[in-house]
């Protein structure tokens, strides 16, 4: 079968200069890459404000994200960026209190809260399909739209056991939106220690979504929280009540309201414009992989047959799972992760000074000429074959490693596979001549001009 190789931005040949880089990263950080991103071991650039080192080196990147993690905790620059929308939340806070957060949080994530968060996840997928079957022009449709809001619903509905409508999800929804389209201009200046460039109009406007954002957050949790004080609290299922049970190890205190509204934030963020990302380059591969996609719609055919979609099902949709996890090889969402040098230490070769910040780029990982065979191509069978073992047990981290691995990663996979199996089994997904998304760095990798699929519905649908 021939393999189809989405395009992603064309590295430079050489490595510019720092003012060049820097212009050419102006739109996304991918734009700056030069060929020897993808083969090299470890690349630097020293900027006026960081000294920033790329690291491909499999040993050293194990060091950095796994058994020396505590000597490289999260970058304070991107934390400074992150911090008007999720105040002191788990995603950007480091040592104990991080270590305290991530304790409190976990029984939200064990395996009984997913089978409680299945039927919501089908739920928030059956008002997809609905919303799916209106479309006036599904032979060009931009599916990101969707994928931002079906994920979006299922964190809503799983954080507070209700859907997403009414005016207030939907001015969330819409500050959420405005926030993430200013996060870059925020975010590169920040990890380049630049910060000084943000234009003040951009740093107010994200200011301005973040403080709507968490004030509507903050009205739905306030109820809930006032009755759970008095013992009022409902019989909800959901993460905002696991949340509030929650007790620190040490003192035995809860969460309070402020931390609250920072986990809700950042569980709002994190947990739908990953999926999101990832959800839309998976049917835009698809759509481009007719093969693929006939021999996963014939599985999913198979399993479901005309039946509501069970959890017990999902472990049967093996090909469903292969297409999102080669998704997430060739985006994954999270494309860099940004990691501090608390101490003078050598790397390499080099001497890397306390203060300076490491990068580990799954972006550039998952699609190293060295590790990978034809790592460009979409070829969802590697995970089943030998000849990637290695790189897929080593290189592969689209949900990060070593102790900050993503908590919800067994969630974004359940809701994945469910969602992308109810496509499947609905329509048949199309490419639209002459589109073709350009992949940029924002929050996550996303497309600058959208990503446009054709959709049709199936004769058994
Ligand atoms: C395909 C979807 C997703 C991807 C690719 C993804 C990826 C990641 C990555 C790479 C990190 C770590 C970043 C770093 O090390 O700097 C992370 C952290 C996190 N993610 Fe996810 N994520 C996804 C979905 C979700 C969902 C659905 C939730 C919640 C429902 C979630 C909750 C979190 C949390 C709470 C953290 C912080 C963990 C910590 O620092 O201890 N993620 N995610």
Redesign the pocket.
């Known amino acids: 079968m021939r393999h189809f190789c989405p395009a992603y931005p064309k590295p430079h040949p050489e490595k510019a200069s720092k003012l060049r880089m820097f212009w050419h990263a102006r739109r996304s950080w991918m734009d700056a890459l030069f060929e020897r991103s993808y083969t090299m071991q470890m690349g630097e650039v020293h900027l006026p404000g960081v000294d920033l080192y790329m690291l491909n080196d499999l040993k050293e990147v194990k060091r950095v ?1 796994q058994s020396e993690a505590q000597h490289f905790p ?1 970058s304070h620059l991107l934390h400074a960026s992150l911090e008007p929308l999720l105040g002191e ?5 480091n040592g104990e209190q ?1 270590q305290r ?2 304790t409190m ?1 976990n029984p939200a ?1 064990e395996q009984a809260r997913l089978n409680v968060a299945f039927p919501r996840m089908l739920g928030a997928a059956q008002a997809m399909l609905e919303r799916l079957d209106q479309l006036e022009a599904p032979q060009s449709y931009d599916i990101e739209v969707e994928m931002t809001h079906v ?1 979006a619903d ?2 809503f509905r ?1 954080i507070f056991s209700q859907a997403m409508q009414g005016p207030d999800a939907h001015r969330i929804f819409a500050a959420f939106a405005r926030y993430q389209s200013l996060a870059p201009k925020l975010m590169l200046p920040a990890l380049f220690g630049t910060r000084w460039l943000v234009m003040p109009w951009h740093r107010w406007q994200s200011n301005k979504a973040a403080r709507e954002i968490r004030g509507l957050l903050h009205s739905m949790i306030k109820p809930r929280y006032e009755a759970h004080l008095k013992g009022e609290g409902g019989a909800q299922e959901d ?1 905002l009540a696991a949340f509030m049970q929650a007790k620190d190890p040490q003192t035995g205190q809860p969460f309070s309201e402020e931390e609250l509204v920072n ?1 809700v934030a ?2 709002f963020l ?3 414009e ?2 999101a ?3 839309t380059w998976s049917c835009y591969l698809l759509a481009k992989s007719p093969e693929i996609q006939q021999q996963a719609y014939e599985q999913v055919v198979e399993v479901f047959g005309n039946n509501t979609p069970q959890q017990s099902d999902m472990k049967s949709l093996s090909r469903v799972w292969n297409i ?1 996890r080669e998704a ?1 090889r060739l985006f ?3 494309g860099f ?3 501090e040098n608390t101490q003078t230490c050598p790397m390499r070769g080099k001497q890397l000074e306390a203060g300076s910040t490491v990068v580990v780029a ?1 972006w550039l990982l998952q699609r190293h000429r060295k590790l990978w065979q034809n790592p460009d191509a979409f070829d969802p069978e590697r995970f089943e074959r030998g000849e990637d073992k290695d790189a897929i047990k080593h290189a592969y ?13 067994a ?3 359940q ?2 596979v469910l969602i992308l199996a109810c496509i499947l089994r609905r329509y048949e997904l199309l490419p639209v001549d002459g589109h073709e998304p350009q992949p940029v760095g924002r929050l ?1 990798i996303r497309s600058a001009n959208g990503v446009r699929i054709g959709l049709r519905k199936r004769d058994a649908a």
Do not use: D, N, Y
């Open positions: 994200m999260k939340s788990i995603f950007t806070t991080w957060q991530r949080m994530f994920t299922i964190i799983t993460i986990q950042m569980l994190a947990g739908h990953t999926s990302s990832a959800l999102f997430l994954p969402p999270v992760f940004a990691r799954p981290m689209p949900f990060s490693m070593g102790p900050r691995v993503c908590l919800g990663a969630f974004a996979l809701e994945a996550t």
